[in-house]
């Protein structure tokens, strides 16, 4: 009965009367009883507190009545376990942090509270977030449930599977290098990565600018609400980015038609030796077709950005790494290839992190000034379909740069954007002849979510495999 229903229609069936938030909570805890041993999307399921808040919404609903609701009240989700939430174990993908419990909630925590959602529990995660697969020494791998033997993607990989497996209608995620738009490819749903400073990391610093939170949804419009929800700036944010004009929502964006747009797109690589497997150059051009048909001026451009591009993200990646303090006797706990990041982080002197960081921001301004006639960007999500998580674990002993070889193979386009800040989705578009999902991506202008989800509406209306869902 819920399972067909995205989390705006949840929030009205709730609103209305015809299903209760504690009929949403245990199904969808009967769900994840059910699957995630399969699926590996959830380290940790809050069982006793989701039923506690359901029924508290309950009572909520009996006394303040339907008008005075919440936006998205009563539906479930799940927060990723790289986000602090108080009084629920947080490992952060890692066995050095397997029985850590914050104290407190991150604000974009306290913000979908605030819009009505229940939390059922925290999503898996790779060790810190740093790889584009989900896989750890807590909980395994998540698997996208298209085909069980492949990767969820990652970082947000349990968060894309839980909502592909119809677990949740949206779950939180983050994305520091393609963390939301790779799983969301891998596992055929929608995942927004908003502009930097859209979403607050606070009370946590965010020093590169690289990391955003954000949503991953079975629809545009549910991913919309949950941006409407997470858009709201806390103290002392480093990053700002400039809000919508008063009465105007993300959500009312998404349900309007954008117009004729200007969509600049590209597939090569460069001289890096990257290829692009023909199955997302497919999907590539069939979202090419579908943008000419619904009007679209889309023209061929060269890549804009350079190859200075690896290494400033590798530098920066590699200090990143080091923002969580571990004794030695914890670190070693830590993966090699964690351990590989980390020690390249203390490697880096102050001067070669300025540089990186100044490189950054110099690459930025010539990337958006290239690309300031077109209204949008299009790409491949991914240079690979998915893949079993054997690739990238690679063989006892391999050195990691090996393994982020392959990682670079898989994503070479996703966090191009996230140096440049501007909002990026991946869209699920396209499916091959054995039902993998192939995600397309949109790049926005900076801080145009608003035109980026209308545009992600308009191609998700016209789009025949757009809502395909996966049999369990």
């Known amino acids: 009965m819920y399972d067909g229903l995205d989390a705006v229609a949840q929030a009205r069936a709730v609103r209305q009367g015809e299903v209760s938030p504690v009929d949403l909570v245990t199904h969808?805890?009967?769900?994840?009883?059910?699957?995630?041993?399969?699926?590996?999307?959830f380290v940790t399921v809050t069982p006793e507190a989701a039923l506690s808040e359901a029924r508290a919404a309950e009572r909520r609903i009996a006394s303040d009545g339907p008008?005075?609701?919440?936006?998205?009240?009563?539906?479930?989700?799940?927060?990723?376990?790289?986000?602090p939430t108080a009084g629920v174990r947080t490992t952060f993908g890692s066995r050095a942090y397997d029985t850590y419990v914050p104290s407190t909630?991150?604000?974009?925590v306290t913000l979908l509270r605030a819009a009505g959602t229940i939390s059922l529990g925290k999503t898996n995660t790779p060790e810190f977030g740093l790889s584009a697969y989900t896989d750890n020494d807590v909980q395994g791998s998540a698997r996208t449930p298209w085909d069980l033997s492949r990767s969820a993607g990652g970082s947000s990989g349990?968060?894309?599977?839980?909502?592909?497996?119809?677990?949740?209608?949206?779950?939180?995620?983050?994305?520091?290098?393609?963390?939301?738009?790779?799983?969301?490819?891998?596992?055929?749903?929608?995942?927004l990565k908003p502009s930097r400073g859209r979403v607050s990391p606070g009370p946590e610093a965010n020093v590169a600018g690289l990391t955003v939170e954000g949503p991953l949804a079975r629809t545009v419009r549910d991913a919309a609400a949950v941006l409407d929800a997470l858009a709201v700036p806390m103290t002392g944010d480093a990053h700002w980015a400039p809000p919508l004009p008063a009465g105007e929502s993300f959500l009312a964006h998404a349900a309007v038609e954008p117009g004729r747009l200007?969509?600049?797109?590209?597939?090569?690589?460069?001289d890096s030796g990257f290829s692009v497997d023909p199955v997302c150059l497919a999907?590539?051009?069939?979202?090419?077709?579908?943008?000419?048909?619904?009007?679209?001026?889309v023209q061929e451009v060269s890549n804009p950005f350079v190859e200075e591009l690896g290494e400033l993200f590798f530098t920066t990646w590699g200090v990143q790494a080091l923002r969580f303090r571990l004794s030695p006797e914890k670190e070693e706990l830590l993966r090699p290839v964690t351990r590989f990041w980390r020690e390249r982080g203390r490697q880096t002197s102050a001067e070669d992190f300025f540089r990186a960081l100044e490189g950054q921001q110099r690459l930025s301004r010539r990337v958006i000034t290239a690309t300031r006639h077109f209204d949008a960007v299009l790409t491949p999500t991914l240079g690979l379909p998915p893949q079993p998580p054997e690739y990238f674990l690679g063989g006892p002993g391999e050195d990691p740069m090996e393994q982020i070889g392959r990682q670079s193979l898989f994503s070479p386009f996703t966090s191009?954007?996230?140096?440049?800040?501007?909002?990026?989705a991946s869209l699920p578009l396209y499916w091959t002849e054995d039902a993998?999902?192939?995600?397309?991506?949109?790049?926005?202008?900076?801080a145009g979510e608003a035109q980026l989800l209308s545009l992600c509406a308009q191609l998700e209306a016209a789009a025949p495999w757009a809502h395909r869902r996966p049999v369990l």
């Open 28 to 41: 969808g805890l009967g769900l994840i009883e059910a699957h995630n041993d399969a699926l590996g999307a």
């Open 283 to 297: 999907a590539y051009e069939s979202a090419t077709e579908l943008l000419g048909s619904l009007g679209h001026d």
């Open 262 to 270: 200007r969509i600049a797109r590209y597939a090569d690589l460069g």
């Open 436 to 446: 993998l999902p192939i995600g397309v991506s949109l790049t926005g202008r900076p």
């Open 67 to 83: 008008d005075r609701l919440p936006p998205l009240f009563g539906v479930p989700t799940a927060i990723k376990d790289l986000t």
């Open 105 to 108: 909630d991150a604000h974009s």
């Open 416 to 424: 191009a954007y996230n140096l440049t800040g501007q909002p990026a």
């Open 158 to 191: 349990g968060a894309a599977a839980a909502v592909a497996a119809g677990l949740v209608p949206f779950a939180h995620g983050s994305d520091g290098g393609g963390s939301l738009r790779i799983p969301a490819s891998s596992c055929g749903v929608f995942g």
